[in-house]
């Protein structure tokens, strides 16, 4: 489960966001946010300030938070408050394909 998370945050480029929720179901599993926060704990050297709480907002408490937000604002990532604006950031996952082809 872990490396297919990490795979998917590693597809998140610079200036964009997602949330846990996303995410988990980027990575095929829906519902399992909680093990994206895990799998982010887990590995070093993911871009873990591109992963949010929904809404856009930032979970982490204290210094943690303070430095995810400096992190997005270097990469040029909008807050309305303390909030990023989903509306301009958030990466959209590409669908996956199952391999049928369409016929003309």
């Known amino acids: 489960m872990f490396p297919k998370i990490h795979s998917i945050i590693l597809k998140i480029p610079r200036g964009k966001v997602a949330t846990y929720g996303q995410v ?6 829906p519902g399992a946010a909680r093990q994206v926060v895990w799998a982010l704990r887990s590995v070093r050297g993911l871009p873990w300030h591109r992963v949010l709480g929904a809404g856009g907002k ?6 943690s938070g303070f430095e995810q937000k400096m992190r997005l ?12 604006r989903m509306d301009l950031h958030q990466h959209q996952f590409g669908k996956k394909r199952t391999g049928k082809m369409k016929r003309k």
């Open 73 to 84: 604002q270097n990469e040029g990532v909008a807050f309305v408050g303390e909030r990023v």
């Open 58 to 63: 930032i979970r982490l408490p204290g210094e």
């Open 24 to 29: 988990a179901a980027a990575a095929g599993f």
